[in-house]
Structure formats: C-alpha cells, structure tokens
C-alpha cells in the first residue's frame, strides 16, 4: 500500500499534522510514533501537574490552522492530543522506530525495523533531543569526546571499537573500514537485530578481514589512557582504542537526517524553505526538530498547517 501522507513522530507537531491532513482531505494518513502512545516527550520528561503553557519563552504565537491548543497542565494537555486522536479517523503505529526516509523516484519508503512502508509524501515530527541508548558502566568525563553514538566525528585512520550488533552498528562498522582498523562487538553469538543483507555484508567484510567481529563480548568498564580509551571486557582482557561508538539502541536527529538524505547547514541544522520542506522533494519537517533550543507546542501545531497547505497546493 502506497499511503497518501506518512508522518514521523506522535509528539503534538504530528499530530496536528495528521489533523490537518484528515481536514484537508487527504484520506490514507499513517502516523508512526516509537513509542507505545502519543506525546512521549511530554508522558516522560514532564513532572505531574507541571504547567504547559501556550507562550513559550515569551513568545506569544498565534494559531493559524484547524487544530486549536490552550495553557493547561501535563494532564490536560495529553488528554487534549487524546480527544483530537479519538476524533479523527487517522491510523497510527506505535511501538515502532523510523531508521530512515528514502525517496525512491516519486515514492518515499519509510524503513523500521517491523518493515517498510510507503507513501507520496513525509512529514517529520521528530524532537530534536534524541536519546540514544547508554551503557550501564560510567563513561569517564575526561574521555567523552571519543565517546560517539555515530560515526560523524572519527578523523581516519584511528582504531575503533563499535559496539551493537543491530542495523546502525553494522551500517558504522562497514562503513569506518575505508579509512580506519575496526572491530565490531556484539553481546550474542549472532546477529539478532541487522538485517539479512547486513548481516551478510558484515560477516563477508569480517572474513575479507576489514574488520573483526568480536562475538559473545561484554564490557566491565572503559577508562582514559594518555588520550586514547582503554576498554576491560568481562574475561579479563584490555584493548586500547583511539574512539568508541556505540550503537546499542536509540537515535539522534542529525543521525536520522543523514541517513534521510537532508541537507544540513555547518552546524548540523536541516536546511528547510518557508514550507518547512527540505532538500528532498515532498519530505517536510514540523516541530522541535527545525529549532536549535526547542520550539512551542503552538510553533509546531502552525508547523504542520503550512505544510500540509504546501502538500494539497502540489497535489
């Protein structure tokens, strides 16, 4: 199935967006959220009865679309977002993590890991404080900055230990060879998260010996050693490494731009025009993932107003 409009993310910028959408007419609507409701943003980092206020940082906003917001609370505010759900007929999808956006000739294929699905348009309402998953042993202060979650910041020729056996950590892996000595770890014996055609090509780069796979590995702990990190794993043993990554879970919105083909600025902000579409045709951001600090709840619900008049307008 080949959906109308998919949207990125169940925070209220996606959600107005597939409001909008059902009012403007558009009829096959998918929103996807990774996590298992609406709003985890607010659900999770927001105390109980903490205020949530229209004004944000003293900048008022005037709403523009169909989709109405007020000052209320935590509580208020998510059963808001539920009843604007409740009401529309919109299909949602939770429980599932976007990797990536690809346009592929006038389709987009929105890739988790439950599948791919397709659509004729994208809209992107992902926050911009992305989590990626941590290990459970400290990470010494004095090293972070050889501490990565991507492969954005390794120079070349360095000796690096990439941790994950899923899609992103085989994707990095193979990836950091053409320049660096790269060893892969990963907790099992197999691979249980990559995909066939990664799996496939990292164990083909492992037996060509561009890099080394490191099966049934756990780490004790990590420490700094004269500006290098020194990893001590579970059976005793200690290498030194010139950088680590690990890609155990979680991601990062520069992460996912880059993989989407988004066009970034030298700070790494997506390059979008007054639409809100980016460098890719038909792919279109709404909400906290356009503001360097964070934007309003109202920014992000006029967002995806402009958008979707943007949409209908070339459609």
Request: aromatic share 10%; net charge neutral; glycine share 10%.
């Amino acid at each position: 199935m080949i959906y109308d409009l998919i949207i990125v993310g169940g925070g209220p910028g996606g959600i107005a967006s597939a409001v909008e959408a059902y009012i403007f007419k558009i009829k096959n609507i998918l929103l996807i959220e990774k996590g298992n409701n609406h709003s985890q943003t607010i659900r999770m980092y927001y105390k109980d009865s903490k205020r949530v206020d229209k004004i944000y940082k003293k900048q008022e906003i005037t709403l523009i679309g169909n989709v109405d917001f007020f000052d209320g609370t935590k509580e208020s505010t998510l059963d808001h977002f539920e009843t604007i759900l409740d009401n529309e007929i919109i299909n949602t999808l939770y429980n599932t993590e976007v990797d990536r956006v690809l346009k592929e000739g006038d389709t987009f294929k929105v890739v988790t890991r439950k599948g791919d699905y397709f659509a004729k348009n994208v809209i992107v309402s992902i926050g911009r404080m992305g989590r990626p998953n941590k290990p459970a042993y400290p990470i010494p202060g004095s090293i972070r900055k050889i501490i990565n979650h991507n492969p954005y910041d390794c120079r070349g020729k360095e000796k690096i230990l990439v941790v994950g056996g899923g899609d992103s950590g085989v994707e990095y892996a193979c990836q950091l060879t053409t320049e660096n000595d790269v060893t892969l770890a990963i907790r099992g014996g197999k691979f249980k998260d990559a995909n066939e055609i990664n799996e496939e090509m990292v164990i083909r780069y492992d037996q060509e010996e561009r890099l080394r796979i490191r099966y049934s590995t756990d780490i004790e702990s990590i420490e700094g050693d004269e500006g290098k990190v020194k990893v001590n794993y579970k059976n005793g043993f200690s290498t030194i490494y010139d950088r680590i990554i690990y890609a155990i879970g979680g991601t990062t919105p520069v992460d996912f731009l880059k993989k989407s083909n988004i066009e970034m600025d030298e700070k790494k902000r997506p390059i979008y025009n007054d639409k809100y579409e980016t460098s890719v045709k038909g792919l279109y951001l709404a909400g906290d993932i356009i503001y360097d600090r964070g934007g309003s709840i109202a920014m992000a619900i006029n967002h995806a107003y402009d958008v979707m008049q943007d949409i209908v307008k070339k459609n």
